[in-house]
């Protein structure tokens, strides 16, 4: 598109929604127009995806027709990165669980337990100077 069917079309928007709906209707388009664009990247992605497990596909019956012998390098690297793959899909929280045995443990929390008489912090002791006068003591100090 030019410059000036861009200004056209500015116009006739301008025109038909008014200067109130304008910009709601410029945030819809665009918001429209970034979907789109998105939905085309992760198109995108996924071909791409698709195609490289074709490839591996390929190269694999390629080395099993070979009867796994004097394979290229294209071919070993194929085999260890389905190998891999499947691997994954096999144990996908081996990963996960190899990562909570390096780490040290974490202490336990009982989170429903009964408080006992030496659970009970002791009160810690009020400096005089902050202690609240009991009323026999007020009374006292009336008289003097």
């Not at 709601?24 to 664009?37: E, P």
């Amino acid at each position: 598109m030019s410059f000036w069917e861009l200004v056209v079309i500015g116009v006739v928007a301008l025109i038909v929604l008014g200067p109130e709906k304008l910009p709601g209707a410029i945030r819809s388009v665009t918001g429209f127009i970034a979907g789109v664009r998105q939905f085309g990247q992760q198109m995108k992605a996924e071909l791409a995806d698709e195609i490289r497990v074709h490839e591996l596909h390929q190269k694999l019956k390629d080395a099993e027709e070979k009867g796994l012998l004097g394979l290229s390098t294209e071919e070993i690297a194929a085999l260890a990165e389905l190998k891999k793959a499947a691997d994954s899909v096999n144990n996908p929280y081996a990963a996960i669980t190899a990562s909570h045995q390096e780490a040290p443990p974490q202490p336990v929390i009982a989170l429903a337990s009964t408080p006992t008489a030496t659970d009970t912090p002791e009160p810690a002791a009020v400096p005089p100077a902050l202690a609240v006068p009991s009323h026999e003591s007020h009374e006292q100090n009336k008289h003097v």
